[in-house]
C-alpha cells in the first residue's frame, strides 16, 4: 500500500530539473559546447533521454574528448555558459504550493543537489526559498557526480529515521541517493530525464506537482 505524503515528517528534494524548472537552460549550454565544434545541436527532450548521472557520462555519449583534463575544461565552459542566464530561469508550476501545503502537515525540508555549494545557496536565495529548508547540502565541484555518500551524510544530520523521510528528485540518479538513505523515492518526469527512463526503476514516478497536490 502506497504511504501518503502526510504520513512522512520530512522531505528531501533534488534542486535543479525537480524544484527549478532549468533543464531548457541546460540543453542551452550544451549547445554552446556542441556549436563551438561544431557538432549538430541538441533538441530538449533529446537531453531529456540521454542524460544521466554522472554527467561525464552525457559528454562520453555526445562524443566529446574527457581525457587529459578536458572533461573539467567544457564542465567550466559549461558552468560559465549556465550562470550567464541562470536568472531567467523560474520554479516549476506549484513547486511552491507543494512545499507550503507539505510544511504545513508538519514536514520539514531540505535540500540534496549535485549543484556546486556556494551556487546552490545563492540560488535559492535569489529565488527567496532558502528559509523553507532546514539542511542545505550541495556539491564540493561543479562535475555533477554521484550523491549517494553524501546522501548518507545528509540523512545523518538530519537524525530522522529513514521510514520517516520521502526523497523527491527527477532522475533515476535520486533514487540511487533515495536508496543509499533506505528512503521511499518519488520520481517527478518534469525535468532533466524522461519518464521513459524513469518507469520501472521500482519508484513512484508522477508527471508533474499537481498530482503530488491533489494528494495532500
Not at 41 to 63: C, M, S
Not at 78 to 97: G, I, P, R, T, W
Not at 175 to 191: E, Q, R
Request: glycine content about 6%; proline content about 2%.
Amino acid at each position: 500500500m502506497r504511504k501518503k505524503l502526510t504520513a512522512y515528517r520530512h522531505a528531501v528534494w533534488d534542486w535543479n530539473g525537480t524544484l527549478l524548472d532549468d533543464t531548457w537552460l541546460c540543453c542551452e549550454a550544451l549547445n554552446q559546447l556542441l556549436s563551438a565544434e561544431k557538432r549538430p545541436r541538441l533538441e530538449t527532450e533529446r537531453y531529456r533521454q540521454i542524460f544521466e548521472f554522472p554527467a561525464i557520462k552525457v559528454y562520453e555519449k555526445l562524443g566529446f574528448p574527457i581525457a587529459d583534463g578536458n572533461f573539467e575544461a567544457l564542465s567550466a565552459r559549461f558552468m560559465d555558459a549556465y550562470e550567464n542566464q541562470k536568472s531567467k530561469c523560474v520554479l516549476h508550476s506549484q513547486a511552491m504550493e507543494v512545499l507550503s501545503r507539505l510544511s504545513g502537515h508538519g514536514l520539514s525540508h531540505s535540500i540534496l543537489s549535485a549543484y556546486e555549494h556556494r551556487l546552490l545557496e545563492q540560488t535559492l536565495t535569489d529565488h527567496d526559498v532558502a528559509h523553507h529548508f532546514v539542511k542545505i547540502s550541495g556539491s564540493g565541484d561543479i562535475y555533477a557526480g554521484s550523491k549517494e555518500s553524501r546522501a548518507r551524510a545528509h540523512l545523518n544530520d538530519l537524525q530522522h529515521h529513514p521510514d520517516e523521510v520521502v526523497y523527491l528528485g527527477d532522475t533515476a540518479h535520486d533514487l540511487d541517493a533515495a536508496k543509499a538513505m533506505g528512503a521511499d523515492c518519488i520520481l517527478i518526469a518534469h525535468g532533466y530525464q524522461h519518464r521513459d527512463n524513469l518507469e520501472g526503476l521500482g519508484a513512484r514516478v508522477v508527471d508533474s506537482f499537481e498530482e503530488l497536490l491533489k494528494e495532500i
